[in-house]
């Protein structure tokens, strides 16, 4: 059965439920209040009837009996009423039958009044011959009248049954036609209700088809703080997490694609010359003297395609935690003295000065062959991107490390280059290609990666025209990440 109809029963089932137990305590208490009140208008009547018709011997103090004249008006009155009584003695003989009212008293009951206690009657039938049968059914009082504590004589009053439920009659039309109504309204009530909850569970069936689709935009509304908005929340909270993960396997298929492409582009320059230089030499395309430089050529580009790979091979390791780094804290200025003597005959050739500013003995806390490896490649493009100018390597001790710092005066980068040099095969200037010296845009991000590795953090500013500073932070060995290499 659809979820609709179900909830639409239940809705209903609960509504009515409700309805008729409350219909029926209030036919309940309004038929009790309407035997009560009758009965205290019987009593009533009893008592003035008595008060009517008693006659007493003043002199002696004495009950002399009922008048009967008195209980004859009295009889005619009530009995346009539908009032009837019967007067019976201390002897349960009845003395008086108005109309021909002839109730039984039982014995048990005799008990009771004679204890004072007045009697109420529901329904009884006693036998009377005024009325068609159908009005037989009677609700009676008998209540005892004493004189100086003495039982004198008994009353029993009643009227017809038929004339408290004429009433209570007419109370139950109304009721039943206020429950027709209710029945009405419960069931456009119970179908709204249920619509509004299956309508919600119809838009997440919406969203979730859209989501099978690959559709990872889509959204359900949330208003309340409800179950359902729970689950509503959930959803758009999957579909985010979706979104994410969806990107981020683009970006990594983008990643991948690009990575291909640009290793095929690298590799495919020296292949070419080297191709074209043994074609040369298997048809003897190339004269004698130039043959020793041929074969320069062609070992200059098969190690460019050695380091190629090398250096993606590195990198890779270093991504995925595959090397084995041995930290020691060594005197990193002996380090930065070496590099700036390797350097020294690279940066006479291109007219640029290397600055050192580094105190004596300063320790770091690295790996000592990656931190090398940082540092050349660092210099090394100061040196390569800088032409006749200043290049400052500076290096203190700050809060948990070692911060160095290498600027130069060289032709800097724009904004938009600068947020890709840690991508791997990025030049900014893609026309230079300087085979010697490499160049295949894999330096920055290997050392990106090794730097991270050590815990620390690199950072570039830079500006077009007037150089470039790196900074670097590597920290000390109480703030350096615990490695777990695989
Ligand atoms: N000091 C610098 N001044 C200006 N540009 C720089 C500097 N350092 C790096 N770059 C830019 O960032 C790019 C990426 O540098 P990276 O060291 O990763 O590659 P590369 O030097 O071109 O090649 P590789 O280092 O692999 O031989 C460089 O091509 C260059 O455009
Ligand atoms: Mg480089």
Redesign the pocket.
């Given at each position: 059965m659809k979820l609709l109809y179900r909830l639409m029963i239940a809705f209903f089932t609960v509504i009515i439920t409700l309805m008729a137990v409350l219909s029926l305590a209030f036919i309940n208490v309004t038929n009790e209040t309407m035997y009560r009140n009758t009965w205290n208008q019987l009593k009533t009547y009893s008592d003035s009837l008595v008060q009517d018709a008693i006659r007493y011997d003043t002199v002696n103090r004495k009950f002399r009996g009922f008048e009967n004249q008195a209980l004859l008006s009295n009889a005619a009155l009530l009995s346009n009423q539908h009032v009837h009584f019967a007067v019976f003695d201390v002897n349960q003989k009845q003395t008086f039958a108005s109309n021909g009212f002839t109730p039984q008293i039982s014995k048990s009951d005799w008990k009771k009044l004679s204890k004072g206690k007045t009697i109420y009657l529901r329904i009884t039938r006693p036998q009377i011959n005024v009325h068609n049968s159908d009005h037989s059914a009677m609700t009676e009082v008998i209540r005892p009248y004493f004189y100086r504590k003495k039982l004198i004589a008994v009353v029993s009053i009643a009227t017809f049954v038929s004339v408290v439920e004429e009433n209570m009659h007419q109370l139950k039309i109304n009721l039943a036609v206020a429950f027709l109504i209710a029945t009405l309204v419960a069931l456009i009530i119970s179908y709204i209700m249920a619509r509004s909850i299956t309508g919600r569970i119809d838009r997440l069936r919406v969203a979730t088809r859209q989501v099978s689709k690959g559709n990872y935009q889509v959204k359900v509304p949330v208003n309340g703080k409800d179950e359902m908005d729970d689950l509503a929340r959930s959803f758009n909270q999957m579909t985010t997490a979706l979104r994410e993960s969806d990107q981020e396997i683009r970006r990594q298929e983008e990643r991948r694609r690009k990575f291909l492409a640009d290793a095929a582009h690298e590799m495919r320059t020296p292949l070419t010359t080297i191709n074209g230089l043994l074609e040369g030499l298997q048809y003897d395309a190339i004269p004698e003297e130039d043959r020793k430089h041929s074969l320069e050529l062609m070992r200059n580009d098969t190690q460019r395609l050695i380091?190629l790979v090398n250096?993606n091979l590195d990198y890779e390791k270093i991504r995925t935690n595959q090397i084995s780094m041995e930290r020691k804290l060594f005197d990193c200025s002996a380090v930065l003295t070496n590099l700036k003597e390797q350097f020294a005959k690279r940066a006479g050739e291109k007219g640029d000065e290397i600055q050192l500013d580094v105190p004596e003995g300063l320790l770091v806390y690295a790996d000592y062959d990656r931190f090398v490896q940082i540092m050349f490649?660092?210099i090394?493009?100061?040196i390569?991107?800088?032409d006749n100018g200043l290049i400052k390597v500076t290096a203190r001790k700050v809060k948990h490390g070692c911060e160095f710092k290498?600027s130069?005066n060289?032709?800097?980068?724009t904004d938009e280059?600068l947020k890709?040099?840690?991508e791997?095969f990025?030049?900014?200037?893609q026309s230079?290609s300087n085979s010697q010296?490499?160049?295949?845009?894999?330096?920055?991000?290997?050392?990106h990666e090794l730097v991270t590795l050590h815990g620390g953090k690199i950072s570039?500013k830079?500006q077009p025209k007037k150089?470039?500073t790196?900074t670097l932070f590597f920290p000390d060995q109480h703030n350096a990440p615990h490695l777990n290499v695989q």
């Open positions: 380091r250096d490649n660092i090394q493009n100061a390569q991107f800088t290498i130069d060289g032709i800097g980068m280059q890709n040099i840690w791997r990025y030049k900014a200037d230079r010296y490499g160049e295949s845009g894999l330096g920055l991000s290997i050392v570039v830079s150089g470039t790196f």
